[in-house]
């Protein structure tokens, strides 16, 4: 924690490495904001030397970042796969906190992230003792933690839409879990690729990493195991949307029993009863993009279409949720914040 | 048929009904174009009197419409529903044929309709005789027949993507097929209601009609059950996007057995051989709507996603292959035209 | 000014009219996170019952809502043109304050707005008290007043656009002022009507009330004259762009002398160095509305194009600086709060 | 002329370069529907091997084309800037005609080419022998030409925007011509440029080479004076819309004398009342991208805004008309087709 002897003392000391990308002008602008926080620098490999939204600051390289206790007490890393798991073990050996936003740190073994990812972990310690931080699941585990890896869009908006199922183990042992899902471009990230290019993705809706090879799929099995170990598999097919922000999941999930409409409503509400960022809409109300955009929640709504069979929307900012928001409500726990600081 | 004494002689004389909507504006497009074809008049309760595009024509209230066999030689009818099957009826009693764009001589029995509309159908007689327009399926039926029902674009998205797995009986029985269908606002039709103001859908993605509730279910599961009555029952969760044309059906289907990716490949493009407004796409590539906008066809992609679950992406344009451009193709049939006549 | 006698004592009582359009929304979104503001009451004749987004409220009808000082101490008025001037009255009457976002009260006299709306004003005293909201020009008057009629997007955007040019007595007399503008389609309004509908906006670009027909023409033209007498005739052509918000002027003015770009961008500089909601981008940077979506503010930037004529590029976020947010900061100087309270 | 023994022998042999960016493969698309064309090959350094669209074909990389009479009857050039210039002089070289679809060969001067372009010309002897493309105002000079110099997006719809009235001399000579001008991403081209991510123009609108810097001033001077040797100098404006293709010029000139709407839109009626692919829209409507997107055409409004100032609306899609379309009227030209063919 910081000094406490001036007038910035009540604030947390940040450096955002990857600043100049979608997520991390998010989170340098929700961190701009924050009563708690100050941006000390934001590293960009491509705009070093450009002015920083919302801060009095200029992008720095990352390797001139000043990793040191004296200057910032922790990182928000919005790296590329990869570079990120070699920039928190460096912050975390020099005494930093670091909030990871990349996928480096969220799988639990060195063997499924080998699995997913192709090759070995350069950091595999970091892989046990980083919790997995979606605050709705496990915000005990965050509180005061000194390396949280905070999960992206699809990971959040999936598993928050069928985590009451999960929980109450109202799911058919072993039936697949079917999500359906649609993304805004800016979750592809800034870097101008061919199929990134207006024009490509102008009038139209392309599915892509059909199935059961998309990265985050074995992140997300992980996670619902954790929750239910009878869970089946994900069947997990991504869109790519014409529009620059906003994520939906639509799942199918196959129930146990019949249950009605008012039962799964019911369960939902009491669930997500005490979550402030978390938004069950009114039965018979389907959630929809504009519910978040631009908002730190997730919003979800539930219908039951057959009898045992349900239909479930989930909707998240990707950005933000799905990104920097969570990276932010992660903070606050870590620091011991209000939870929602900076994030309504 | 038309006389054969004058320049026009071999040309049919078209009459289109609810030509101002988006599918009538490009059923007049189609037809005027068409070297077999000849708009004589085209109806607008709103834009009477106003010039019809594509044409030297304005259009006509449906009232004033002369519907006698020496003007005209077949009608399309692009009309609401409910007012359709009225001007059918009187159409097929002046001895002037039908091509219906609407879903009322869809269903084959009045408790079927009934069931799905909440009320009697007009003229029940009319269900029975009417083939539905889908040539991939039934094509024989369409040759030169007096009225002819052509599905629109969630029928005929749907049913072109599953119909290879129905027809081979790859299906496991009585499982339920699950679609997730995505379609452009075009497809609700032109009326200036609130939730197609370009502020409301601008930015957004909003799924409608969850699961069993949407109309279409009823033709869908019509047309499954005739392909194979041991096919389950239909989830359908149609959704609409922000964007005017373009209509995407991502259909999931649990086999009996397990298939290759290959191997279901391979049917399909058996299946669709012969059909010039099929494409199956080559194994890896996902069919996206930039695949078929504006143009006549569907495109199709199939996935093995696990081993008994296939995922397929079925496209339309939904104003073409999902409307017009049917329509157009049932001409070709109910005239003893080349099918594809004014279509590529 | 409300008591101070408990906890919200502090909060000014706001009741919104026209609450359920698209700036009346915008209006109370700010207002409910306005630390002095506390939102009463929300009227819609639309959406009466339904819930008012960011609040506790439900919209009422405007004949229930309660005009009377005990419970409100100021109204927004975001009604249609005509409806506002006899809602700004009954309330005057009534001791409660007002601030007017349409165009009713903003021009100066009974000619004038007989000359531009066809018809006689229903209350032309207000006319010649009311003062012109736009703060950057006469702040002054907007302290401690009763009414205030907030200028809207157009004259806002061109007013701010051009007014260093005009107050330095730089332009060439008499000469037109050429500007073609174009906003977003949440300027016209949300009401469901044909040319707003998502299909015919979309992917279209279309020009209306185009020279000196558009409405605002004479009060632009009015302010322009109070600045400098001299100033020539307006020549004004807006666009409809396919987006939800945002507006741009781009402004064509003759100089009476050669003034090189640095002059102009140091006279800009120069007279907007105090304006906390004016930003003039650095020499060689383009305004875009990227630049103001979602903010409180304007943007310009202003380029030398010929010895003599200068291109101005003005943007704002046509529902905030050109509606919501510009009431808001009417209202901080209205009560005596800083002026950006609410808006930064 | 291509030999006349085979089944092809009525058909033109077509070769493109650059036929994988945006107008290459609209021009592909046009010339695969052309009755009197066929296409040969098509060149792209970056999808070589890849599937030509519309087509057969693969595409080649450049420096495999067989640039030889036996192979190909005329080229169009689809290429950037400066690589154009060298590949018409190789193929002009080997006896195949060109029609250039870059800014190469449409100076008059290497003076005026090295003004704005920076540098020489490469083969300066082709600027002088070159016709400029625009067929309604030169197309004697193009039919049975060897080379052609087709104009792009901003100069074809600016030029037939203004042409009536430096036909006629109505301008007020000396007078600035002011054209604030809107165009569809594709006009940038294919390359995946960080300014054409989607996400950077989605909801964006941008002003760029503001004034008199654009390169194509040059070029829309040099026609101008050509038209009306007392024509004012080009004020020149363009902006980025997020939309795909579609581009508007907005035109505002002063008159030397009063002419009434009715004067005007009669001028513009009888200049281009030949004209197969200029429609002048009726008095009181205006010229939006809807009237042209996808169509080889340009439509035109006009409207005394003042006494002596006229405002014009031009629009053309940027593609077509503005690229491939007028490629294709310049090669119905050359060969002595009709000037239509190919491009209702």
């Not at 002897?5 to 009540?10: P, T």
């Not at 970042?65 to 070699?86: E, I, M, Y």
């Not at 129930?255 to 997500?272: F, K």
């Not at 979800?300 to 928001?325: F, P, Q």
Request: net charge negative; hydrophobic share 40%.
């Amino acid at each position: 924690m910081p000094s406490m002897s001036d007038q910035d003392s009540h604030q947390v000391r940040v450096g955002v490495y990857g600043a100049s990308g979608y997520a991390g002008q998010d989170a340098v602008e929700l961190l701009a904001k924050h009563p708690r926080a100050r941006v000390v620098f934001a590293t960009s490999s491509t705009y070093a030397g450009q002015p920083v939204p919302f801060t009095d600051l200029h992008y720095i390289r990352p390797d001139d970042a000043p990793l040191n206790p004296d200057t910032v007490d922790v990182v928000f890393l919005a790296l590329p796969h990869g570079v990120s798991a070699r920039t928190a073990a460096k912050a975390l050996d020099a005494g930093i906190r670091v909030i990871d936003l990349s996928a480096d740190l969220r799988l639990d073994t060195p063997e499924s992230y080998k699995q997913w990812y192709g090759h070995d972990h350069p950091h595999p310690a970091l892989l046990q003792t980083t919790p997995y931080g979606l605050p709705e699941f496990s915000r005990e585990r965050l509180r005061g933690a000194q390396v949280i890896a905070a999960p992206g869009c699809y990971p959040t908006t999936t598993l928050l839409g069928i985590y009451p199922l999960l929980k109450a183990d109202w799911i058919q042992h072993g039936a697949p879990i079917i999500v359906d899902a649609k993304s805004g471009v800016s979750g592809a990230g800034r870097d101008p690729k061919p199929h990134l290019h207006f024009v490509e993705v102008y009038g139209n809706l392309s599915p892509y990493s059909v199935g059961r090879s998309h990265r985050h799929v074995g992140e997300i099995e992980q996670e619902m195991k954790k929750i239910n170990a009878d869970a089946g598999m994900l069947i997990f097919t991504p869109h790519l949307l014409p529009l620059d922000r906003g994520l939906m999941a639509s799942i199918y999930v196959h129930l146990a029993e019949d249950h009605g409409s008012e039962d799964i409503q019911m369960l939902y509400e009491e669930t997500y009863a005490g979550e402030p960022l978390v938004r069950m809409l009114p039965k018979g109300e389907q959630a929809t993009l504009k519910h978040v955009v631009k908002t730190n929640g997730c919003a979800i709504s539930v219908t039951a279409v057959a009898e045992t069979l349900v239909h479930i929307t989930s909707v998240t900012d990707n950005l933000r949720k799905g990104a920097s928001g969570q990276a932010v409500q992660c903070f606050n726990l870590m620091f011991g914040f209000a939870e929602t600081e900076g994030l309504l």
